[in-house]
């Protein structure tokens, strides 16, 4: 019989996972309240509905053998009942729930030994408790924070100022020398597959990330490390599905678990095209019971997120697509969202070549030749 998979959220990381599906003989539903959400073209059906609206969770559940999520912030009570009721929630409700609030996440690292920053709870509105814990630190809130948003660095209490007025812990600003990223695919029988850790690259100019790049430029003994502390953090949240574990390295060269994203991640997108297996490879695998695949890169590989340029929105305009395609190489993605707004992640390129010079090189190069824009100026 063929298998049918569920996924709540219909963006970029459902669309991506569908050919994978696919490939598999499988079939892709996905939950999502846009119709023309990036993934609802391609896949097999569409549910309409919010991601945490329990009527079209149930009829989601109702339509597919096995559900996962390519967002946190969805419904876990209901999928938790869905799952009761008898179709597999993977990963866990419960640890979607514990994961996407950052707080639940740090205490969990404490009680298992995982090596993180000193953390505490505070209240936004108590500055005494800012002082208390010491500066420098970052503030966190524990719910609703992505790609920057609900961190804010404090270097003294001067800083105060600009704290956020939610719920929030507050931890101890780490001195990284590096920030890596290791994508670990875990299958319901325990089987583990690690990617190759993947460096963020930041621009020292602009002090904003450059581009991903793997493998990463760090010792074997590290990148062993990095890989074995992934691959620890998942074993012992007992997590099945796919998960994203950042990492800091520290100048003396010890890792520390920053965060876990419970779903495929931005930073193992290159995959597609730099491994044998790819992030959604292994995702389809082990969400159809199947063996995880090898997770093999043969060459060095980049990654560029694709956000939509400052000055313009409307409809999405890919300039210089011509030229970044001629470059050795590079394979772009674009999202498909029809809207372009400034800041929005709307696709990605990667890039493979012999040598971590020449990916570099060829990154900077498509990334000069390429940008996403809407079409009309602000
Ligand atoms: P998000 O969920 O928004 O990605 P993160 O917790 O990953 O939030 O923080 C975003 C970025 O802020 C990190 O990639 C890192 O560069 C910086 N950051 C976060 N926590 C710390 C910390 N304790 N010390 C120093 N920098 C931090």
Do not use: W
């Not at 690259?201 to 450059?210: A, E, G, K, T, Y």
């Amino acid at each position: 019989m063929t298998k049918r998979i569920g996924v709540v959220g219909g963006g970029q990381l459902a669309r991506m996972l569908q050919p994978e599906v696919t490939a598999l003989g499988a079939t892709l539903t996905v939950l999502d309240p846009d119709a023309h959400a990036p993934a609802c073209a391609n896949a097999d059906a569409n549910v309409l509905g919010g991601y945490h609206d329990e009527k079209a969770i149930f009829e989601l559940a109702s339509r597919v053998d096995v559900i996962t999520v390519e967002l946190e912030d969805v419904g876990v009570e209901a999928l938790a009942r869905v799952r009761d009721a008898g179709t597999p929630v993977y990963p866990a409700p419960e640890l979607i729930a514990l994961i996407r609030d950052k707080l639940t996440q740090k205490q969990a690292y404490e009680r298992l030994g995982i090596p993180t920053a000193p953390f505490v709870e505070v209240a936004p509105d108590d500055p005494q408790a800012f002082d208390n814990f010491g500066y420098p630190l970052v503030q966190k809130t524990r719910t609703g924070g992505y790609d920057g948003r609900g961190v804010v660095v404090m270097d003294s209490s001067a800083d105060y100022a600009n704290r956020l007025d939610a719920p929030s812990f507050v931890e101890a600003k780490v001195d990284a020398r590096m920030e890596l990223a290791v994508m670990v695919a875990r299958g319901p029988n325990g089987e583990c597959a690690v990617f190759e850790p993947v460096e963020m690259v930041v621009d020292p100019d602009l002090n904003l990330l450059d581009l991903l790049l793997t493998p990463a430029r760090i010792s074997d003994e590290l990148r062993d490390s990095a890989k074995a502390l992934a691959e620890r953090v998942i074993t012992e949240l007992e997590g099945v599905g796919l998960f994203g574990v950042e990492l800091f390295v520290t100048h003396k060269d010890a890792l520390l678990v920053n965060e876990i994203a419970p779903r495929a991640h931005n930073s193992g997108h290159h995959s597609i095209e730099a491994c044998q297996t790819s992030q959604f490879g292994q995702q389809a695998r082990l969400l159809l019971g199947l063996p995880l695949g090898t997770t093999d890169q043969p060459k060095p590989a980049a990654l560029v997120n694709l956000i939509g340029a400052p000055g313009f929105q409307g409809e999405t305009v890919a300039e210089g697509l011509a030229d970044a395609l001629a470059i050795p190489g590079v394979t772009v993605h674009l999202y498909g969202k029809t809207e372009c707004r400034p800041g929005r992640k709307m696709g990605h390129f990667s890039v493979v070549a012999e040598t971590v010079t020449e990916v570099l090189a060829n990154a900077r190069a498509a990334k000069r030749a390429l940008s996403i824009k809407g079409k009309q100026a602000l």
